[in-house]
């Protein structure tokens, strides 16, 4: 069974510019999530859908994210316009269910803003 | 607020050495405990899952315990070998809220020595 996907694995794009990462869950997962690691954190919560409906996005740093999980399957995450503070790792989870269940996690997406 | 700590932040052992690493979280109220372990550009692959009514979780040469009173875990790796080498990564998932998210903390890079 096919884990977590997440494309591209590497990005880098000048500052004003829009990026848009992939997450491809484990199929049959209807919990997907959205993390980032900044140089030098930890690595932080960005949002959760349940399907395609958003269940928590309070840790969006800004309105200059948009994720998207149309028809409840892959998800998106658009930068747009980037700034130099957005680069970092941006992590992909899903899982079955909340709570007591475990969260696999893609390789993630390396993103640059220069 | 949730915080979560992992004491040492590097540690670097010869091979064949029994270790331990800890993870401290100040918030008791959590559905469980996920260690993982991330190689160097490539993603977090879960280790162990200790939900909160339990004590430890093993697999393999590891080990890992949970006191949710007192608020730590530790992973104990036996016999370490030079593929060890990575950064382990201890995360909660708290009760309440959406119960969906995972805390981090900043993880321990381990380096074994042939």
């Known amino acids: 069974e096919a884990g977590v996907t997440q494309f591209p694995s590497h990005s880098v794009i000048e500052k004003g510019q829009t990026v848009t990462l992939r997450c491809d869950p484990i199929?049959?997962?209807?919990?997907l999530y959205w993390y980032r690691r900044v140089m030098g954190k930890e690595i932080k919560f960005l949002l959760h859908?349940?399907?395609?409906?958003?269940?928590?996005e309070s840790g969006m740093p800004n309105n200059r994210f948009l994720a998207e999980r149309t028809g409840g399957t892959y998800s998106t995450l658009k930068v747009q316009p980037a700034e130099l503070e957005d680069s970092g790792v941006y992590f992909c989870?899903?899982?079955?269910?909340?709570?007591?269940?475990?969260?696999?996690f893609g390789q993630g997406t390396r993103l640059t803003v220069v | 607020k949730q915080e979560v700590t992992q004491i040492p932040a590097a540690l670097s052992v010869p091979e064949g050495e029994n270790l331990v690493l800890n993870c401290s979280f100040t918030d008791s109220a959590i559905y469980n405990l996920q260690w993982f372990r991330q190689d160097p550009g490539k993603g977090l692959t879960s280790l162990l899952l200790i939900q909160s009514s339990q004590r430890e979780q093993t697999s393999g040469r590891l080990n890992a315990s949970l006191d949710k009173s007192s608020g730590r875990s530790t992973l104990y790796i036996a016999a370490s070998q030079p593929g060890d080498s990575a950064t382990y990564l201890c995360?909660?998932?708290?009760?309440?809220?959406?119960?969906?998210?995972?805390?981090f903390g900043k993880g321990t890079k381990l380096s074994v020595k042939p």
């Open positions: 859908f349940v399907k395609e409906s958003k269940q928590d």
């Open positions: 995360a909660v998932r708290n009760l309440g809220g959406s119960q969906g998210n995972l805390i």
């Open positions: 199929s049959g997962h209807d919990n």
């Open positions: 989870a899903s899982s079955q269910g909340t709570g007591r269940t475990e969260a696999f």
